[in-house]
């Protein structure tokens, strides 16, 4: 049975870090893209950052420069560390995975986690 879980979430304030975990079972994400979503409320999910099977990585523009996103092949598990945290950033964060490739439409991955909560206060 394919498993992500995410972990991680929490509120911070302005300026602070956090780091994402996500957690594969099921499958090996050696040979998936893996991707770091995130919505809003009110809003549609977005991509934030993609790391794909031989370790490119993608970053959306708000992203670049202050997430980073990282694979651990042993622990099957996708980490997004991120620092210099506004309030825009706060959303609902979603893992995905999908099979060999990194669709750019959310809706064209393959399988999802339930999603962490990240607030950030000022």
């Known amino acids: 049975q394919v498993q992500l879980v995410e972990s991680g979430g929490g509120s911070v304030q302005v300026g602070g870090s956090l780091r994402l975990a996500c957690v594969a079972s099921?499958?090996?994400?050696?040979?998936?893209?893996m991707g770091w979503f995130r919505q809003a409320p009110g809003k549609e999910r977005e991509k934030v950052a993609f790391?794909?099977?031989?370790?490119?990585?993608s970053y959306a523009d708000p992203a670049k420069g202050r997430f980073t996103i990282s694979k651990d092949y042993a622990k099957n598990t996708v980490y997004l560390q991120m620092s210099s945290l506004k309030p825009e950033d706060s959303a609902t964060y979603y893992c995905?995975?999908?099979?060999?490739?990194?669709?750019?439409?959310?809706?064209?991955?393959?399988?999802w986690g339930e999603g962490t909560l990240v607030t950030i206060s000022s």
């Open positions: 995905a995975a999908d099979y060999g490739r990194c669709p750019r439409d959310y809706l064209d991955w393959d399988y």
């Open positions: 099921g499958f090996t994400s050696r040979n998936y893209c």
């Open positions: 790391i794909g099977p031989a370790g490119s990585t």
